[in-house]
């Protein structure tokens, strides 16, 4: 969006000079590449552990504000998937791109751009225990992106503002509920100003009446347009929001299409079979 | 009796002299173990492995051999023929050594008991591992670490107990020179053990409370 603002503003390419409209020219492609390349994309990611193999040539790929959700049961290698994607667990082959942009998961200094770039949540929220809800959001500002005590603390705050906690931001994770507690991860992964979100499982560590409140918050997300990659058991909200399901088992993506393809009653897919076996265990 | 307690209240000055010299020895010894045994455990938990080899002999070393040995081998083959350092000097440094083999195991324990997933969400955000480690994962480990290192400290002290065979004039050495000067060996024995009893005990309660001050609120109580 950016981009084109820019380009509206300056003069048209045809009043300038040879050099100066093909730099122009170029600038618009890679504008219009970025928009034409997913956002995120994990190209035949495959990881054996021992002698198992954990994923099988996984594939996703996520347009910009897509959001995507993994299913499938216990062991399927949905978090191992996720943390493939941003070299958590290292896959064994596989590539990943970034807006286009190939990850060399080698160059730590990339991985680490990289990470900065795509956030993650994870299951049983890994909120830094020895931190204040505040120092949870703010450390990584100061320690990634330099920023001074002062600065951080004020963009930590209106992070937790944004998921309702600022009156929690003194207390620390011991002292917050399971709801609470995975509200100030996503707001320590919003404050790096992620372009993709990786969720692992958001709400499965939660007491029932404490989901809600984290569904919230990514429904709010989904809405204003962040990109996100979700393993969930949530149906119901996956049905509503996401754009496309893969349902994994056995390491790989066995089935994937549009929620209305593959949730339609008699449509006779695993993935519709699964999920009714989930409602009757709830 | 009254001639006992006389001596011994006579010589009081001179071995609370050798307290100093004993808690002089002790706290450098201790600083030295973890100055080194933090690093020791980091290695051995993250590092590669031609480093964690290097560390687990150094551990093996330290703790397969009898410190009595050790203080004889470092300072009669090492140090005093080649640096002419002191009994005392060279007590701290192998009382220091040995120590920094034990304080890595019990901070090598505390960091492995540090849930996986804190140093994972700290890469995640796009933290250096040497950020993680040190901001993340450390603090929370040498909280944990803390009871440990207070039975390190009460073995230590009394371990030091051993350095006047070098000559080091401590507790100890001036204990036993009253002793038999005075041929009051069950007296001075006696004081002795109130003497290390006493340090161990102000020792831990300070311990137990910079525990305390620095618990994390709403943590689960060690
Ligand atoms: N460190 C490991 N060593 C050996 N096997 C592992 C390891 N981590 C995961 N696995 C195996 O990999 C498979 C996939 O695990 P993964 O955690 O990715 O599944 P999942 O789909 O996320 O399951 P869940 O729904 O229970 O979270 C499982 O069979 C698991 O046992
Ligand atoms: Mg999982």
Redesign the pocket.
């Known amino acids: 969006m950016h981009n084109e603002n820019q380009f509206q503003a300056t003069d048209s390419p045809a009043e300038l000079a040879p050099a100066e409209a093909t730099a122009a020219k170029s600038l618009s492609e890679e504008a219009a590449a970025s928009r034409r390349d997913p956002a995120l994309a994990a190209v035949n990611i495959s990881k054996s552990?021992?002698s198992?193999l954990?994923l099988d040539n996984v594939s996703v790929s996520l347009a910009r504000g897509e959001l995507k959700v993994v299913i499938?049961?216990?062991?399927?290698?949905?978090?191992?998937?996720l943390q493939c994607i941003n070299g958590l667990i290292p896959p064994d082959t596989g590539q990943v791109f970034l807006e286009g942009q190939s990850l060399n998961m080698r160059n730590k200094h990339e991985l680490r751009l990289f990470r900065q770039q795509v956030g993650m949540i994870f299951?049983d929220f890994n909120l830094f225990d020895h931190l204040t809800a505040l120092d949870n959001v703010a450390i990584a500002l100061r320690k990634v992106r330099g920023m001074s005590r002062q600065d951080s603390e004020a963009r930590a705050m209106s992070e937790l503002e944004r998921v309702g906690l600022a009156n929690r931001a003194r207390l620390y994770p011991a002292e917050l509920s399971g709801g609470q507690t995975q509200r100030v991860a996503f707001a320590r992964a919003l404050a790096m100003d992620p372009k993709v979100l990786l969720l692992?499982?958001p709400t499965s560590a939660l007491d029932p009446e404490l989901v809600g409140e984290v569904l919230e918050v990514i429904r709010y997300l989904a809405k204003g347009g962040m990109t996100m990659l979700m393993?969930t058991h949530q149906m119901d909200f996956a049905r509503a929001l996401a754009h496309e399901i893969l349902f994994?088992e056995h390491?790989r993506v066995i089935e994937s299409g549009s929620p209305a393809e593959l949730l339609a009653a008699g449509s006779g897919t695993r993935t519709l079979d699964f999920c009714s076996r989930l409602d009757l265990e709830l | 009796m009254q001639e006992v307690i006389f001596t011994i209240y006579e010589s009081l000055p001179y071995i609370l002299g050798g307290c100093l010299v004993t808690l002089a020895c002790v706290s450098v010894a201790l600083l030295i173990g973890l100055t080194l045994g933090v690093p020791l455990a980091v290695g051995q938990v993250y590092g590669a492995a031609p480093l964690r080899f290097f560390i687990s002999t150094y551990v093996w070393f330290f703790r397969g051999c009898p410190l009595l040995v050790q203080l004889y081998i470092f300072f009669y083959g090492i140090f005093w023929p080649l640096f002419e350092l002191s009994a005392l000097a060279s007590s701290c440094i192998v009382l220091g050594l040995t120590s920094a083999a034990y304080q890595s195991q019990i901070f090598r324990g505390a960091i492995e008991a540090i849930p996986q997933g804190q140093l994972k969400a700290a890469r995640a955000l796009g933290l250096r591992d040497s950020n993680g480690i040190g901001f993340i994962v450390l603090p929370q480990a040498m909280r944990l670490a803390i009871p440990g290192w207070s039975n390190e400290f009460s073995i230590l002290l009394k371990d030091s107990a051993l350095i006047y065979l070098l000559g080091a004039s401590d507790t100890m050495a001036r204990i036993h020179q009253m002793a038999t000067t005075t041929n009051m060996h069950f007296a001075f024995s006696l004081l002795a053990g109130v003497i290390y009893f006493v340090i161990t005990l102000v020792g831990l309660k300070l311990l137990r409370g910079l525990e305390q001050k620095i618990h994390i609120p709403g943590y689960q109580k060690a």
Do not use: N, V, Y
């Not at chain 1, 216990?74 to 191992?80: L, V, Y």
């Open positions: 552990i021992g198992r954990i499938g049961p216990s062991g399927a290698g949905k978090s191992t998937f299951q692992d499982e393993a994994m390491g």
